[in-house]
């Protein structure tokens, strides 16, 4: 029986999970997780758009956040390199965070159940 030679990829694993709050590193800026892609998956022209200087990595997980700093509340995608966790310990103040959890408990968000057919 012939081997398969199949390339391996080097992803690693995420450091943070879906519900977890996190803040950015360099930006004053908190959320929570609501997904994570395994490595980067948005556009060259957003990527390009980073100034090299502080352009993350690609081969990391990149964290889709509900972000919030003292002026509003929007949508965020950052590189886990860029992340640490927020140790506040209270909850986000983003309006969609009640779309997508059920509850906030011991400093973390849990996932509403998901509805299918």
């Known amino acids: 029986m012939a081997s398969m030679d199949t390339p391996t990829e080097s992803i690693s694993l995420a450091k943070f999970a879906i519900g977890d709050i996190v803040r950015h ?26 100034p090299e200087a502080i352009r993350p990595r690609r081969d990391q997980p990149f964290y889709h956040l509900l972000a919030e700093n003292e002026e509003d ?33 011991d400093g973390h968000y849990v996932l509403l159940p998901r509805i299918s057919n």
Do not use: M
Request: negative net charge; aromatic residues 16%.
């Open 25 to 50: 590193r360099l930006f004053p800026f908190r959320g929570v997780v609501f997904d994570v892609d395994a490595q980067f998956a948005n556009t060259e022209e957003w990527y390009a758009a980073i």
């Open 73 to 105: 509340s929007y949508v965020a995608y950052v590189s886990e390199q860029n992340l640490l966790p927020d140790r506040t310990g209270g909850p986000v103040g983003h309006p969609q965070a009640s779309v997508i959890f059920g509850g906030f408990k």
